[in-house]
């Protein structure tokens, strides 16, 4: 259980601030009901070797009387410790895929399975678990706390996951060595540039170890020369702690430098996936077809 110094610092913020609800969020705001499609875990190699395996994944979305196709049926593979880019026009579903994997959100219909688990038949204890432990996110506009230092703003996700206090401040540390920020500790967000903020957006991301980074527009706020740096941030970072990256983007030309490969979305469909054809064993059973429409 979280403890009672825990309890009373976050029941004095104001949870409403949109910007700590961001920050927070990937570890404790979702609660949905449980998917009604879970999948038959009969697994195969792919869901062992693939650190990421969607199979026509939907998630629609209802307004009014019009259904929203924010994402329309992918069937997806990552493999462990693989950097891919996924890229696509405004409004093509990108961020909403990279929810579905970040168990921030559920599928309509169809499958999200990484490392072997189905999220969607996870329940909403599991699921918070699996975003506290096992998920790091990166956002375009950073989400840190204001008012909290950069040290503090690393140690959050830890707080949530219950770490030892001995055992946090060490991953801190190392943390924001990893980004090239260990002399500034006690600065606070607003004291550092737009480039040392997204480097300790990362430092967060990392410091409960996860094996998957999912990272939504990380550039998109920086300029290029900073935006590169943070991509070269990533890449090493992923290479020394074997981590499974999946990266929103509309900037093609970083893409191609640092990606291992290109997935590109429309309409909410894959278009492509960068790979020859689809390997025969990436099905997973039979998902369903029919539309739950969450929402
Ligand atoms: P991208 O990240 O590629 O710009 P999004 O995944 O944010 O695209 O959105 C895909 C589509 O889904 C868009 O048409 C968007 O308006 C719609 N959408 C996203 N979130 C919601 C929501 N919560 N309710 C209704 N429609 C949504
Ligand atoms: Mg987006």
Not at 97 to 113: C, I
Not at 172 to 196: A, D, F, I, Q, T
């Amino acid at each position: 259980m979280v403890d009672v110094g825990f309890r009373l610092w976050f029941t004095n913020r104001n949870t409403q601030d949109p910007t700590f609800r961001r920050a927070v969020s990937y570890v404790d705001s979702v609660v949905l009901p449980p998917a009604s499609n879970p999948v038959p875990m009969n697994s195969s190699s792919l869901l062992t070797s693939s650190a990421v395996v969607t199979e026509n994944v939907c998630r629609h979305y209802r307004m009014g009387d019009a259904i929203i196709r924010a994402v329309d049926g992918v069937t997806l593979r990552v493999a462990a410790g693989e950097f891919v880019a996924l890229l696509g026009q405004s409004g093509s579903g990108k961020s909403t895929l990279l929810n579905l994997l970040a168990g921030l959100d559920r599928p309509s219909s169809g499958s999200v399975v990484v490392q072997g688990r189905n999220l969607a038949a996870m329940t909403s204890e599991e699921l918070a678990s699996y975003r506290r432990n096992d998920v790091g996110m990166v956002f375009q506009a950073f989400h840190l706390i204001p008012s909290m230092t950069i040290t503090d703003n690393v140690e959050l996700p830890m707080r949530f996951a219950e770490v030892d206090r001995e055992v946090r401040q060490q991953r801190v540390h190392e943390s924001l060595e990893r980004v090239g920020l260990g002399n500034r500790l006690k600065h606070r967000p607003s004291e550092l540039s737009g480039g040392e903020q997204q480097r300790v957006s990362i430092a967060r991301a990392l410091a409960n170890r996860p094996s998957l980074l999912l990272a939504d527009e990380p550039t998109g706020n920086l300029d290029s020369r900073t935006g590169e740096d943070i991509l070269h941030l990533i890449r090493d970072v992923s290479h020394s702690m074997k981590m499974t990256v999946v990266m929103v983007t509309h900037e093609r030309a970083l893409a191609e430098r640092f990606a291992q490969r290109l997935i590109f979305l429309a309409d909410g469909k894959l278009i492509s996936s960068g790979e020859a054809e689809p390997p025969p064993q990436t099905r997973l059973g039979d998902t369903g077809t029919s539309e739950g429409v969450l929402a």
